[in-house]
């Protein structure tokens, strides 16, 4: 049986000159049938990169640098704009070649900056979006728009998810549309109807696998549309 390889990118520490990656992506993309490659931020080989795997999984980390998205910095932290021209040149050759894209917190932000979207450098809600309670606790409520992948994997208008960010999306990018919200009006998926899967959540789904298997299944619908590349 042929392996369905799921390409992640990195973080990575200018201190200790290391990449890094929370085993809990390598460990959602396992449970759900494929096989985990991290890729470095090789800007110059990414079609080769991208014809040898079969999906991308865009892993959380610092902010995206606004130069990106034509804005001068205000409260942005832990930047590195070799990370956001690797991942910006791969996320627009995936959509390309409708090679399917999951983005986690970091990774729905870049996703919609790669596509000429903006963001919200420094949020400021009513709501809690950089929650004190355990990363596997869901703590607040996202309204999900029907016809979206994220509904056709959940089955429902309303779900409790976790939250780790500073940063949102502001304007939406070129042929997406914003699939849930928080009740403050924050952005918290974005899908485009253009492509079988390129899909970016704020929340990190990530870890809510770890005692909820219907957040696995949205890893699986992934996993189910790379096999087809």
């Known amino acids: 049986m042929k392996k369905t390889f799921i390409g ?18 390598v460990k959602a993309i396992k449970k759900a049938g494929g096989i985990p490659v991290i890729i470095p931020y090789l800007k110059n080989d990414i079609e080769e990169i991208v014809s040898r795997i079969n999906g991308v999984l865009l892993s959380g ?28 040149k791969l996320i627009r050759e995936c959509f390309k070649r409708k090679i399917p894209v999951f983005g986690i917190c970091r990774g729905c932000q870049v996703m919609n900056v790669a596509m000429g979207g903006s963001l919200i450098q420094d949020i ?23 016809g979206s992948i994220l509904y056709e994997v959940f089955k429902k208008e309303k779900i409790m998810v976790n939250s780790f960010h ?14 849930a919200k928080a009740k403050d009006g924050i952005i ?7 492509h079988p899967f390129f899909l970016g959540v704020q929340f990190h789904i990530e870890y809510l696998t770890q005692n909820n298997k219907r957040f ?4 699986k619908f992934f996993i189910s549309k790379a096999k087809e590349i």
């Open 188 to 194: 918290e998926a974005i899908e485009s109807k253009e």
């Open 8 to 25: 992640i990118t990195p973080s990575f520490s200018n201190i200790s000159g290391r990449f890094f990656l929370n085993e809990e992506y």
């Open 216 to 219: 696995l299944n949205l890893f």
């Open 124 to 146: 400021k809600g009513k709501i809690e979006h950089y929650q004190s309670a355990p990363a596997n606790e869901p703590t607040h409520t996202i309204i999900i728009e029907k």
């Open 61 to 88: 980390g610092g902010d995206v640098l606004p130069k990106f998205f034509k804005e001068e910095p205000e409260l942005t932290k832990l930047t590195l704009p070799e990370r956001d021209v690797f991942e910006i």
């Open 166 to 179: 500073h940063q949102a999306i502001k304007k939406v990018g070129k042929n997406l549309f914003v699939s």
